[in-house]
């Protein structure tokens, strides 16, 4: 079976009585090159296990149990799972959990699937889970790489640099985390039915915290406040924040002691200067 062919999968789908759902953010691959390539940027092969999110009918969980020696497919949608069943009677090494990755412990359940194998995580990401999902994926800490395909505006922001309309509170979290890389954009008419915008096929590579960070909570801390206030300077950002603590003086003392203009946005500000900003806030407060 074709699982990228529209008329093989319309037949499936309607032999299943299955109907697409709008709150799951369900897109199905009609194009075959598609899970082809992602799966081939995964670094599934040899000695590899792997977590996929959001099976859909299989065609990408195909791709990676030829490659890898073991899938693990958790799929919420327990009305996909006879298909499932069907589509992949073919590949032994692929195993479908029923759940939600948003609830699942997911490093006891790849230390439960993967032991002695080298874990990465895969996934074609429905697109109202993406940015807790891949929180999620990059918090569990036990990947060697993470590779989704997303809304090209959640990957490009993802990947933004500081000064760019992009960047965020969500970039520094995923730059902190790990080296994000932009693959290839996936257009919507790959898709049945078609979503309204582009995707995006990213890989993240987890990294060591970078040295200059020595408490992370306080850092992130700083990073969301910076944000959370857009327009506004980072020193009122900062004072919505600490101004229990600090004077809106302190905290532009504390700016222009880490070489920083006392009006700079938080937008422009990258990794290191967060990390200088939240020891001289700590400092200050004793």
């Not at 850092?219 to 600490?242: C, I």
């Amino acid at each position: 079976m074709d699982l990228c062919n529209i008329n093989e999968i319309k037949a499936l789908l309607a032999r299943n009585g299955f109907r697409f759902s709008k709150s799951m953010g369900q897109n199905f691959l009609i194009q075959a090159w598609v899970p082809e390539d992602i799966a081939a940027a995964s670094g599934a092969g040899p000695g590899t296990g792997v977590l996929e999110v959001g099976p859909g009918i299989g065609p990408l969980t195909r791709q990676l149990a030829r490659r890898a020696d073991k899938v693990v497919s958790v799929e919420l949608d327990r009305a996909l799972l006879p298909i499932l069943k069907e589509t992949l009677a073919d590949c032994p090494n692929a195993e479908i959990v029923p759940g939600d990755i948003l609830k699942t412990d997911i490093p006891a359940l790849v230390g439960e699937k993967f032991a002695g194998l080298t874990a990465v995580a895969c996934a074609n990401l429905p697109y109202n889970i993406t940015t807790p999902a891949i929180t999620a994926l990059i918090e569990a800490g036990c990947f060697a790489s993470i590779t989704v395909m997303i809304q090209r505006e959640v990957a490009r922001r993802i990947c933004a640099r500081p000064g760019t309309g992009d960047y965020g509170a969500f970039s520094v979290f995923c730059q902190y985390h790990t080296d994000p890389e932009l693959l290839f954009d996936v257009p919507p008419d790959c898709f049945i039915p078609a979503p309204k915008v582009t995707s995006s096929v990213l890989r993240m590579v987890p990294r060591k915290p970078p040295e200059e960070v020595d408490d992370p909570e306080h850092f992130f801390r700083v990073v969301r406040a910076a944000f959370a206030q857009r327009r506004k300077t980072l020193v009122n950002g900062l004072y919505a924040a600490f101004g229990q603590q600090l004077t809106k003086e302190q905290l532009a003392n504390i700016l222009t002691g880490c070489g920083l203009p006392a009006d700079v946005r938080g937008e422009r500000l990258g990794i290191p200067e967060f990390a200088g900003i939240s020891r001289k806030i700590r400092q200050t407060q004793g």
